[in-house]
T-cell receptor, first 114, second 115 residues
Framework: DTAVSQTPKYLVTQMGNDKSIKCEQN?????MYWYKQDSKKFLKIMFS???????INETVPNRFSPKSPDKAHLNLHINSLELGDSAVYFC?????????????FGPGTRLTVT | AQSVSQHNHHVILSEAASLELGCNYS??????LFWYVQYPGQHLQLLLK??????LVKGIKGFEAEFIKSKFSFNLRKPSVQWSDTAEYFC?????????????FGQGTELSVKP
């Protein structure tokens, strides 16, 4: 049973295209996150949703738009893809918002923009 | 600014050697600390966490870490590494000052264990 799943695992696309990455968690958690891991493996949070409400929005270009149709899903849509968007994107979830809850990570989606 | 720093970028050890990976944080307020491991091509897995109480925390696979508040440190240790410990290790922190339990990650330390 996969706790946090992401699709697709790999995504290769050209500059200027629009793409989406999907994330689902079956842990019954209320909070979900998107992280970006760059080529140097540095991880940085992008967004966080709690009960479908956006609570963290880091300084991410507005080409990135998260959508949470329900508590179990958090999708990431990226418009007008750029070379610098190439990275591994990790989805994560936690039981609730706040520092007391550990986060569980998905397998990652490796996005390559050519 | 709140930050987490890991001292070593790449550590190379032989099997059975002891391991210590450094992690320092600069945070105000109540802080929770984590070590995550990322095996090649895999997702992040939690090794251990410190929330409160005993500053020496034990995690999975024989790892432990010690929270030293006066030094703002949370170093990861293992007495005897195995080849299977080859992975990227990330220290992370969340603070009561952070919105929404946001995790701040260190730069990561790549551990290579030679058989």
């Amino acid at each position: 049973d996969t706790a946090v799943s992401q699709t697709p695992k790999y995504l290769v696309t050209q500059m200027g295209n629009d793409k989406s990455i999907k994330c689902e968690q079956n842990l019954g958690h209320d909070t979900m996150y998107w992280y970006k891991q760059d080529s140097k493996k540095f991880l940085k949070i992008m967004f966080s949703y709690n009960n479908k409400e956006l609570i963290i929005n880091e300084t991410v270009p507005n080409r990135f738009s998260p959508k949470s149709p329900d508590k179990a899903h958090l999708n990431l849509h990226i418009n007008s893809l750029e070379l610098g968007d190439s990275a591994v994107y990790f989805c994560a979830s936690s039981q609730d918002v706040g520092l007391a809850y550990e986060q569980y990570f998905g397998p990652g989606t490796r996005l390559t923009v050519t | 600014a709140q930050s987490v720093s890991q001292h070593n970028h790449h550590v190379i050890l032989s099997e059975a050697a002891s391991l210590e990976l450094g992690c320092n944080y600069s945070y105000g307020g109540t802080v929770n600390l984590f070590w995550y491991v990322q095996y090649p091509g895999q997702h992040l897995q939690l090794l251990l966490k410190y929330f409160s109480g005993d500053p020496l925390v034990k995690g999975i696979k024989g790892f432990e870490a010690e929270f030293i508040k006066s030094k703002f440190s949370f170093n990861l240790r293992k007495p005897s590494v195995q080849w299977s410990d080859t992975a990227e290790y990330f220290c992370a922190a969340s603070s009561s000052y952070n919105q929404g339990g946001k995790l701040i990650f260190g730069q990561g330390t790549e551990l290579s264990v030679k058989p």
